[in-house]
């Protein structure tokens, strides 16, 4: 069982930053691949990027990548998302997830945060 909070959300200019983190419980954090989900008003889940279980690998969406990055810190149990250049089309709600699979689509994933809101003005 993994329990998972997302922190680190709010309002920001368009071109401005973020830094949202997802703290984990549960001894086996290390043993999850981590992803980060978006879901606007009106529109359906999907995927902004993930991160296996070393952080060897990651992987984003075409429309994030180069501006957005994974990382995460196994010591302390977080995965982050460092968002820059951030976009009024950024605007979401953000949800961490984890998985014992690497995977984009968010039905395979079994552990949710609650999300945290990122609101980009124009």
């Known amino acids: 069982q993994v329990q998972l909070v997302e922190s680190g959300g709010g309002l920001v200019q368009a071109g401005g930053s973020l830094r949202l983190s997802c703290a984990a419980s549960g001894r086996t954090f290390n043993s999850y691949a981590m992803g980060w989900f978006r879901q606007a008003p009106g529109k359906e889940r999907e995927f902004v990027a993930l991160?296996?279980?070393?952080?060897?690998?990651?992987d984003y969406a075409d429309s994030v990548k180069g501006r957005f990055t994974i990382s995460r810190d196994n010591a302390w149990n977080t995965v982050y998302l460092q968002m820059n250049s951030l976009k009024p089309e950024d605007t979401a709600v953000y949800y961490c997830?984890?998985?014992?699979?690497?995977?984009?689509?968010?039905?395979?994933?079994?552990?949710w945060g609650q999300g945290t809101q990122v609101t980009v003005s124009s």
């Open positions: 997830a984890a998985d014992p699979t690497i995977t984009k689509n968010h039905a395979r994933y079994d552990y």
């Open positions: 991160i296996n279980w070393s952080g060897s690998r990651t």
